[in-house]
């Protein structure tokens, strides 16, 4: 059982409870009252019925209409006749202790006529807050918008730099190499500068990466 059907029900046990004592209160007093009025025996014990009956029905006439969500502007005539009939129950009550000069079973006499009062005025609205409460759906909160990631950047892959070619290691036999510095000695003796490689291929008769090679191991 949910938690709001066990709220219901213990109002609604509460105010049974209430107009079920408030009868017994008001039947013996009522009678009472009737008798010492000069009431018929027969129709005194009825008097009180009468009152008490019409409590409950509308008791449970403003309960129904409550726990279907009947706004409190449509019942109103339901409401004032439930305060009415409390009002009489409050003072058939109160009537024969007050005229016997019984002030005090008086006052004890109205708490269960007030207590019915009170609560056919407030457990109605209590009812209708709770089927309000109960049938209220919560708004289902909106799903996060969802967030765009920023695209990750490209990679930046670094300038391949091509090795530059290893020339081929040239052998440069024994022989021609003496033969170069025969002719570089030569040439720095004539010119008085060191010979280069273009002119040392020219009088080697060689090709250039040889001539290239020998002059580097002059």
């Known amino acids: 059982m949910t938690e709001d059907r066990i709220t219901q029900r213990t109002v609604t046990v509460i105010m049974g409870i209430i107009a079920a004592l408030a009868f017994v209160f008001s039947f013996g007093n009522v009678w009472a009252l009737a008798l010492r009025l000069g009431v018929p025996a027969p129709v005194a014990p009825l008097i009180a019925p009468m009152v008490d009956l ?26 004032r006749l439930m305060h009415v009939s409390g009002l009489l129950t409050l003072a058939l009550n109160v009537a024969e202790p007050i005229v016997a000069g019984h002030y005090g079973r008086a006052a004890v006499d109205a708490v269960a006529p007030l207590l019915l009062l009170g609560w056919g005025a407030v457990g109605p609205q209590l009812l209708r807050h709770f089927h309000t409460v109960a049938h209220t759906t919560p708004t289902p909160a909106a799903p996060d918008a969802p967030v765009e990631k ?3 950047p490209a990679p930046v892959s670094s300038p391949v730099v091509p090795k530059p070619e290893s020339s081929p290691v040239v052998t440069v036999p024994v022989p021609l190499l003496n033969a170069a510095r025969t002719i570089a000695d030569t040439y720095r003796a004539e010119h008085g500068e060191p010979i280069t490689p273009a002119q040392l291929r020219t009088r080697l008769g060689v090709a250039l990466p040889l001539a290239t090679a020998a002059h580097a191991q002059l």
């Open 150 to 152: 920023a695209p990750a």
């Open 54 to 79: 019409s409590v409950v029905g509308l008791l449970v006439a403003l309960r129904y209409l409550s726990l279907r969500g009947v706004p409190a502007e449509q019942i109103k005539g339901a409401t």
